[in-house]
T-cell receptor, first 114, second 114 residues
Framework: DAEITQSPRHKITETGRQVTLACHQT?????MFWYRQDLGHGLRLIHY???????NKGEVSDGYSVSRSNTEDLPLTLESAASSQTSVYFC?????????????FGPGTRLTVT | GQQVMQIPQYQHVQEGEDFTTYCNSS?????IQWYKQRPGGHPVFLIQ?????EVKKQKRLTFQFGEAKKNSSLHITATQTTDVGTYFC??????????????FGQGTILTVHP
């Protein structure tokens, strides 16, 4: 069955380190998204991509970057981890043919920056 | 960008009681989606509403889209412990730089006491 996976599921890192969170989907979806979820803020969009070589900034993109070299993967990189980036990160994907379309979420990565 | 206010933030009910969460926007929406997130889980798509005044039902869940397409509600009849979780509405951008992106409400956390 098609799915969307994230790795690692849990990560503890130190302030200042570079961290990459992986997201892989097997639906062949064009659209992929990264969100962070913090108590009281719901889900906030970090970056998104509408296809290979396409990346766009979301509402909370500072300190994060993504790259899209193939359809299946959209890794999220924290350039220099900060304690404010402690959060739960969700990757999602969706088809891109015509609105409206639902998003499928991965299981999430819980990141702690110490 | 588009914003949505979701209320209440928390709702505690006794099993068997009804539950309603509301989403309100200051702008006309092209469509609205609803997601459920179980504790420790990831958001899962429930439904999408597109037409003015639309009402959709899924067993004990009733979803409504306002006549002016500026508000929506999710009503659960006779809650069960399996209904526990956070319910999010999400607006989907229909054009320009917001095309395809979801903007999530803050969510309503539902707890059900047996």
């Amino acid at each position: 069955d098609a799915e969307i996976t994230q790795s690692p599921r849990h990560k503890i890192t130190e302030t200042g380190r570079q961290v990459t969170l992986a997201c892989h989907q097997t639906w062949n979806h064009n659209n992929m998204f990264w969100y962070r979820q913090d108590l009281g803020h719901g889900l906030r969009l970090i970056h998104y991509s509408y296809g290979v070589q396409d990346t766009n900034k979301g509402e909370v993109s500072d300190g994060y970057s993504v790259s899209r070299s193939n359809t299946e993967d959209l890794p999220l990189t924290l350039e220099s981890a900060a304690s404010s980036q402690t959060s739960v990160y969700f990757c999602a994907s969706s088809e891109g043919t015509a609105l409206p379309y639902e998003q499928y979420f991965g299981p999430g990565t819980r990141l702690t920056v110490t | 960008g588009q914003q949505v206010m979701q209320i209440p933030q928390y709702q505690h009910v006794q099993e068997g009681e009804d539950f309603t969460t509301y989403c309100n926007s200051s702008t006309t929406l092209s469509n609205i989606q609803w997601y459920k997130q179980r504790p420790g889980g990831h958001p899962v798509f429930l439904i999408q509403l597109v037409k003015s005044g639309e009402v959709k039902k899924q067993k004990r869940l009733t979803f409504q889209f306002g006549e002016a397409k500026k508000n929506s509600s999710l009503h659960i009849t006779a809650t069960q412990t399996t209904d526990v979780g956070t319910y999010f509405c999400a607006l989907q951008g229909a054009g320009g730089t917001s095309y395809g992106k979801l903007t999530f409400g803050q969510g309503t956390i539902l707890t059900v006491h047996p």
